[in-house]
């Protein structure tokens, strides 16, 4: 049942809260919304800060690296623009250790829970959306 | 933690009622809410006209006021509504007797009504051209490919067994052992869906990956159906026809690190291995003056076999980490702890954990189908991620 025709599932780009975080993806960078006040990193990106109550926020740029938190491969079709199967990715920021993102990758990937991972940049159409794989390994990269 | 003013016993749940569970109904959600919500009055031996309140699901596509005018209601004085689809019950049980001890209503119907499998099914997604905003966060996790509440609770499942230090394949025996158990159950059950229709734990195995490490015998059923109860005072309860179950406690609770939106920010929060349920479990049991070794029997929230696993640790029942462990035998009506003696979600239907109240209300009524001889604990939970609600049900002895 996959439709190759089906459109993917984009995010919308203009909300008030999370907006920033798509536009920073289109400049090639990982932007994680921080309190303005007692730094503390809001992921999910909302307009105050539940910890000290501030409505002041700020935007940090984040390193592109994280580690693998856990997966799912998902085998049964649901959208017919997202073949089966594939792999989701919660993948925890090092920069950042109480954000996870999400990311996706094709087919059922080796992975291990704690591995390194690197942000890469996927466009598609007018939206930029940050993914993740696994970081090159020291054999590969020799 | 001991709660002053809470009153252990204070309002019974009086009637319980349900339809048929089915893949297509035929009927709207409004004609279920009222054939369940007529059972329950009926059983409990109160005149339609009667009921003064209504608590509703705030997913449900029912009205209070819809349910009252089918009902016949003479005057609706209180209408509420408790939490999202699963977290639900318990908690909206709980609504109906804040609402009697306060004064506000005398005669409360707790429903939840859906055609969950030929409605509107949860997770299919719409083809927009945007997903996301509004506070719903969708954006976040849909574009990835992460859709289903069975995809979010695949990602829980191996991360528990990877904290835990499970192989997949010890995941999938203590997976297994919940799925069996309430297979057996529903095989006793003739108003479960999977009534008569056998499992080993091969056939377990053998079951297709759907989200991998969760099989479709992971999964509960989606399906068409509604179940109500009714809640009064327990002085009242006995004047009337029908048998009272005293309601010991009930709590909600959502726990460290709620995060916005609905179901998959949920994945943000600082442990998926734990859920809202520990936080209501102290609150639970303090109310009710008791422990989880004191539970006779057990209906948990079970949308899939994992978030059975993680509520057992997280009221008490076993440690962190050993639930997987837990032998099949332990679960059935003669064992340790009694699962899910209707089948529950996943293999009797999926009624939003409304199914599972009405079994803790029989048995300690000593009406189900799967007794635990003499039971007079019942325990009932309504699950997480975005919060968790539970009731403790007593014996009227």
């Given at each position: ?142 | ?152 609770f ?147 929230y079970d949308c899939f076999?994992i978030t059975v696993?993680i509520q ?71 699950a997480p ?13």
């Open positions: 049942m996959t439709d190759p025709q089906a459109a993917p599932l984009l995010p919308v780009t203009d909300d008030v809260d999370t907006g920033e975080f798509f536009a920073a993806a289109a400049r090639g960078e990982l932007a994680i919304r921080v309190c303005g006040e007692c730094r503390v990193d809001l992921h999910l990106p909302r307009e105050n800060c539940p910890r000290c109550g501030a409505f002041t926020r700020e935007w940090r740029t984040v390193g592109p690296t994280g580690t693998l938190y856990s997966w799912t491969v998902v085998e049964h079709q649901v959208h017919p623009a997202y073949p089966v199967p594939y792999t989701v990715v919660l993948v925890e920021l090092d920069d950042a250790k109480d954000v996870r993102l999400l990311g996706r990758i094709d087919g059922r990937p080796a992975l291990e829970i704690g591995q390194p991972m690197q942000a890469w940049f996927e466009q598609i159409g007018d939206v930029t959306l940050p993914q993740w794989r696994p970081t090159s390994s020291q054999e590969e990269n020799a | 933690m001991s709660d002053a003013t809470w009153k252990p016993g204070a309002c019974s749940i009086v009637g319980i009622g349900a339809t048929d569970f089915s893949k297509a109904s035929g009927r709207s959600p409004l004609t279920l809410a009222a054939q369940a919500s007529r059972a329950a009055l009926a059983d409990a031996g109160i005149d339609p006209r009667q009921v003064d309140g209504i608590v509703r699901c705030d997913m449900d596509l029912v009205s209070a006021p819809a349910l009252a005018d089918s009902l016949g209601v003479a005057d609706l004085t209180y209408w509420g509504e408790a939490g999202p689809g699963g977290s639900g019950p318990a908690a909206m049980v709980g609504q109906a007797v804040a609402a009697v001890q306060a004064g506000l209503a005398t005669t409360v119907v707790v429903f939840r009504s859906l055609n969950g499998r030929s409605g509107n099914r949860y997770g299919l997604v719409g083809e927009r051209g945007a997903t996301g905003g509004d506070g719903s966060y969708e954006e976040f996790f849909l574009p990835y490919g992460m859709q289903t509440a069975g995809q979010f695949a990602v829980a499942a191996r991360r528990y067994a990877h904290e835990h230090g499970l192989s997949i394949d010890g995941l999938a025996h203590g997976l297994g052992s919940i799925a069996l158990a309430s297979r057996a159950h529903a095989n006793r059950n003739p108003d479960a869906q999977f009534f008569q229709r056998t499992m080993t734990r091969d056939d377990y195995l053998a079951s297709r990956m759907l989200a991998d490490p969760l099989r479709l015998f992971d999964f509960c059923l989606e399906s068409d159906g509604a179940a109500a109860v009714v809640v009064t005072t327990t002085e009242r309860a006995r004047d009337l026809a029908g048998s009272a179950v005293p309601i010991l406690s009930v709590a909600q609770g959502t726990g460290h690190g709620v995060q916005p939106g609905q179901m998959f920010p949920a994945l943000l929060r600082p442990s998926i291995t734990s859920w809202p349920s520990a936080a209501a479990a102290p609150t639970l049991f303090g109310r009710a003056g008791i422990s989880a070794g004191d539970v006779d029997v057990a209906q948990v076999t696993l057992l640790e997280d009221y008490g029942f076993v440690a962190p980490g050993q639930a997987a462990h837990l032998a099949e035998s332990d679960l059935s009506v003669g064992g340790l702890l009694p699962l899910n003696t209707s089948g529950g979600h996943l293999s009797e239907a999926y009624i939003h954990g409304m199914n599972h109240v009405l079994e803790g209300v029989r048995q300690v009524r000593g009406t189900s189908t799967n007794q635990v001889e003499g039971a007079e604990i019942s325990f009932v939970t309504s991620p975005p919060g968790a609600s539970a009731l403790v049900l007593g014996a009227d002895r």
